[in-house]
């Protein structure tokens, strides 16, 4: 273990070499520079007078919000001597699990393409060019035969891959079967129990103010809801990212979401983000790869098909497309359990530099991927900006979803947290389900991999994600997760089969996420 000292020197470094070189650094330099013409900078202080002029400036605060993402999006230093490896995932099983996994989606992909005699990439001709170019805001209106293609899996095969992972170092015969796990999810990973919820979301609690909650608070709703506005709309002001996420925790007013969200997630729509969006425009116009046929028909089968979201079938496709080609998306990979795929150039076959990765973005979409853009549709108009910040929400939460870590904020924990909130306070209904071999992960799963996406109605799921966002974890997906299931209790005791518990829980769309998170973390009696 590193001393804090020690840490706390490492994460500054760490923070000072990924700022250097960036945009943001050149910037704040060259206003540094600029303002030594300025009268009122004396040389006798001319450090202090500079400071003071990067604060009045407002650079000062930018640099703060650059900062303040760092310091979220990495983990926490390990010890130096750790081999590189462990940066990514500590345990050696879950990277072993995650390869293979890798391994198998490749296989599948390669296997499509070998199948329908489609190059995983290739130039378009200028007359396809012109026409992609002329479409660009209209593609849904384009019908292509996708019929061939299918996802390179569903959230199903995943799920199947995650009851199977164990640690060969841990022996489940040890634990008595008073305390056993009655889940699907059998590794031994550390997840907070109700207490420990209610001491980590004492925001949530029954007595503070909610967006999203009508009664069940002693503040009267319209009173909590103009003076909450008023604190957005400064916070906004401030262009505070740290006041922005603490803000998100009591849910964002509907006009001020779109700017709140960018403000936490630091997503900036400068002119050089913009321009970055054009590239990627240009690389989708001038090559076509396989994975834009699984987007197709990934959006085909899932938001075109959506009360909600088919409105912005066109947003999707651009959004998306983009992605695939966009190699920033690669720096995620540092910190997460999951390595990007590669592909060799033709003809070059074996050749280690011949590997390059593929898709560019290093990301493979899976069934149902389009909709952690979907809900973002409904707060930015603007494509560029929509891009940057599903880049961003992507990158620091949603990967997580499709990948296997020991993270706290990753899938399999917040499966093995599903189940154990469960168990603990609904041991009846736990035990009923698993009888009659409907075990309630096999229900809950599909909706947590989505961060429940195309389950909710728009504006609950909006009020989720704030959540989110404010506590900087995924967490509080398996907390609804079980309180759905605490909520259709009474009725899921009389199910005899997964079908019908299934059918019990089909129908999402009416329920009020906050009042069921409220009622489940701090009305249960423990």
């Known amino acids: 273990m590193m001393d804090e000292g020690t840490e706390l020197s490492l994460t500054i470094a760490h923070i000072v070499q990924r700022l250097k070189g960036t945009h943001l650094h050149s910037q704040i330099e060259r206003q540094a520079k600029d ?43 390990s010890h130096p001597s750790a081999p590189p490896e462990h940066h990514k995932e500590p345990l050696a099983y879950m990277r072993k699990a995650q390869a293979s996994w890798e391994k198998r989606i490749l296989k599948s992909l390669n296997s499509m393409c070998t199948e329908l005699g489609v190059p995983l990439a290739r130039k378009r001709p200028a007359p396809e060019q012109k026409e ?19 996802p390179v899996y569903a959230p199903k ?14 022996d489940i015969s040890e634990e008595t079967s008073a305390r056993s796990h009655w889940g699907l999810i059998q590794v031994p990973l550390y997840v907070r129990d109700i207490p420990q919820m209610r001491e980590a979301y004492s925001e949530l609690s029954l007595t503070t103010g909610q967006l999203g909650i009508d009664d069940h608070t002693q503040v009267h709703p ?45 997503s900036t729509n400068e002119p050089e983000d913009m321009m970055r969006y054009e590239q990627l425009k240009a690389g989708v116009i001038h090559h076509d790869l396989l994975v834009d046929n699984l987007i197709y028909k990934d959006v085909k089968l899932t938001a075109s098909n959506d009360d909600y979201y088919f409105v912005f079938e066109d947003f999707l496709y651009q959004v ?30 074996g050749a280690e530099e011949s590997a390059v990765v593929y898709p560019p973005n290093g990301v493979i979409p899976f069934h149902g991927f389009s909709m952690y853009v979907a809900p973002l549709c409904f707060l930015y108009n603007e494509p560029s900006k929509l891009y940057s910040v599903f880049r ?49 992960l096999r229900i809950a799963f599909k909706w947590m991999v989505r961060a429940f996406s195309g389950y909710l109605s728009t504006d609950q799921l909006l009020l989720l994600w704030d959540r989110i966002l404010g506590y900087d974890s995924l967490e509080i997906v398996a907390v609804l997760a079980a309180s759905v299931f605490a909520f259709r209790a009474e009725n899921l005791m ?28 701090f009305a249960t009696v423990i």
């Open 35 to 77: 303002c030594l013409n300025q009268p009122e900078i004396k040389l006798d202080c001319l450090k202090e007078d500079v400071r003071n002029f990067l604060k009045t400036s407002g650079w000062e605060r930018k640099l703060q919000n650059a900062v303040y993402r760092e310091m979220h999006m990495r983990p926490a230093p």
């Open 132 to 150: 992609l170019t002329n479409k660009w805001n209209e593609m849904g209106t384009d019908e292509p035969d996708l019929s061939r293609f299918r």
């Open 222 to 266: 319209d009173m909590f809801e103009h003076e909450h506005v008023r604190i957005g709309k400064k916070v906004v002001g401030e262009q505070d990212s740290a006041a922005a996420q603490q803000y998100s925790r009591q849910g964002c007013p509907t006009g001020l979401r779109a700017d709140l969200w960018a403000l936490a997630l630091n």
């Open 157 to 170: 095969d995943f799920l199947e891959v995650l009851i199977s992972l164990r640690n060969p170092n841990y």
């Open 320 to 349: 998306l497309l983009c992605f695939s080609r966009d190699t920033v998306v690669l720096e995620h990979f540092s910190y997460n359990s999951a390595t990007p795929p590669k592909s060799h150039v033709q003809g070059k076959v």
């Open 494 to 521: 009389e199910v005899t089969s997964l079908a019908s518990a299934e059918a019990v829980l089909a129908d999402l769309s009416t329920l009020k996420v906050m009042p069921l998170i409220q009622i489940f973390l």
């Open 392 to 440: 961003e929400m992507y990158i620091r939460y949603f990967f997580r979803l499709h990948s296997i870590s020991s993270s706290s904020s990753g899938i399999v924990s917040l499966c093995l947290q599903f189940e154990s909130l469960l168990q603990s306070h609904l041991p009846q209904l736990f035990y009923h389900l698993r009888e009659i071999e409907a075990q309630p």
